[in-house]
């Protein structure tokens, strides 16, 4: 199986703040990675797939990039609805594996 | 409204077993690839298996944890999916979201290949083992 490691494991950011989450596949994986926010209590909601396409209604300030083995996400400037924790899930194969989880919180 | 509603939840003794039940509307359910993650309380997220259309086979597959435990089906004319669960164990003790897989495609050095992500999820269901 895939294994995919996530840093860092928590982040402390402001409002208005770059924010950039890395992912870290155990063998290549393309570019098919999926970026997923969830806030407590809420289902996951999809933000990126394939490394770097942005889910329809997605604001800009989210982006992904990457291939291989090593991918990121970058929020451009941090709103407070952002404030969540943040997981990577490889899309190359069955059984589908997901990061750790990044938690963003506020400083 | 792609909507997914899962049931079925419920307090289980180690052991014993539990059908959960996804309900499906808003999109054509027969066509779609599902699958099922857990979430253990205060853990993140873990795949749990998918199951193929029945163009495509309805094939199942499923993370290490469950295999030979747990069996996910389907019944396209109630646009529903299900998660069978036995010899239940206290770590399975999780909510239990439904999602749909999307399919993705794309060249890369002239190999084309498919990828796979969950886009639309459901709000889950929370099952607890204990006794």
Not at chain 1, 33 to 53: R, T
Not at chain 2, 42 to 60: F, H, Q, Y
């Amino acid at each position: 199986d895939i294994q995919m490691t996530q840093s860092p494991s928590s982040v402390s950011a402001s409002v208005g703040d770059r924010v950039t989450i890395t992912c870290r596949a155990s063998q290549g994986i393309s570019r098919w990675l999926a970026w997923y926010q969830q806030k407590p209590g809420k289902a996951p909601k999809l933000l990126i797939y394939a490394a770097s396409s942005l889910q329809s209604g997605v604001p800009s300030r989210f982006s992904g990039s990457g291939s291989g083995t090593d991918f990121t996400l970058t929020i451009s400037s941090l709103q407070p609805e952002d404030f969540a924790t943040y997981y990577c899930q490889q899309a190359d194969s069955f059984p589908l594996t997901f990061g750790g989880g990044t938690k963003v919180e506020i400083k | 409204e792609v909507q997914l509603v899962e049931s079925g939840g419920g307090l289980v003794k180690p052991g014993g077993s539990l059908k959960l039940s996804c309900a499906a509307s808003g999109f054509t359910f027969s066509n779609a690839w599902m699958s099922w993650v857990r979430q253990a309380p205060g853990k993140g997220l873990e795949w749990v298996g998918r199951i193929k259309s029945e163009t495509d086979g309805e094939t199942t597959d499923y993370a290490a944890p469950v295999k030979g435990r747990f069996t996910i089906s389907r019944d396209d004319s109630k646009n529903t999916l299900y998660l069978q669960m036995n010899s239940l164990k206290t770590e399975d003790t999780a909510v239990y979201y439904c999602a749909t897989v999307a399919r993705g495609s794309g060249w890369i050095s002239l190999h084309y290949y498919y990828y796979y992500y969950m886009d639309v999820w459901g709000k889950g269901t929370t099952v607890t083992v204990s006794s």
